[in-house]
């Protein structure tokens, strides 16, 4: 079945500095990634997605990255802000069936 | 646009009793989902409605777990027994068929087993 692995676990950075999460998975036929925000107590919220047929999405500070051969994509946050942090998940859906496979989560701590 | 919600918010019960958890998704939403989420895990699904028929319950452990979506709007998940590992978070998420296929996650329901 479809496996998402996701490092790092944790990241600390400093404020104003670019935080990178990434992310592998292993279903070829997965044609929409979208990356989650959890804040403590609340439920994930969606913070950007990409299709498969782009390579990359940018949305003000947050941007992604895919790369289908590889079956690898990225979240990329620059100017990190302490209202960044918060618990980070990628996910991938199985191709066409509208199931999510989500990733284990990278705890995000932007230190001011 | 109201949001899925999801209740109760928080259920402490003691192992072999039931519980059971209810989510209204968002409106004209075919698709729901309900998650468990362990601390320190990502999202596991447990099972995956369109309209009132279940489309994915393979990670359901159906021994103790029943979901059903009569009507294809609002959901109930139950436990009968609970067990210790139980404990987590239970989320439920909706998102449209056709087009955006963008899933909406509720509060969630922090269940702890003891």
Known sequence: GENVEQHPSTLSVQEGDSAVIKCTYSDSASNYFPWYKQELGKGPQLIIDIRSNVGEKKDQRIAVTLNKTAKHFSLHITETQPEDSAVYFCAAEVGGTYKYIFGTGTRLKVLA | ?114
């Open chain 2, 1 to 114: 646009e109201a949001g899925v919600a999801q209740s109760p918010r928080y259920k402490i019960i003691e192992k072999r009793q039931s519980v059971a958890f209810w989510c209204n998704p968002i409106s004209g939403h075919a698709t729901l989902y309900w998650y468990q989420q362990i601390l320190g895990q990502g999202p596991k699904l447990l099972i995956q409605f369109q309209n009132n028929g279940v489309v994915d319950d393979s990670q359901l452990p159906k021994d103790r777990f029943s979901a059903e979506r009569l009507k294809g709007v609002d959901s109930t998940l139950k436990i009968q027994p609970a067990k210790l590992e139980d404990s987590a978070v239970y989320l439920c998420a909706s998102s449209k068929t056709t087009g955006n296929t963008e899933a909406f996650f509720g509060q969630g329901t922090r269940l702890t087993v003891v």
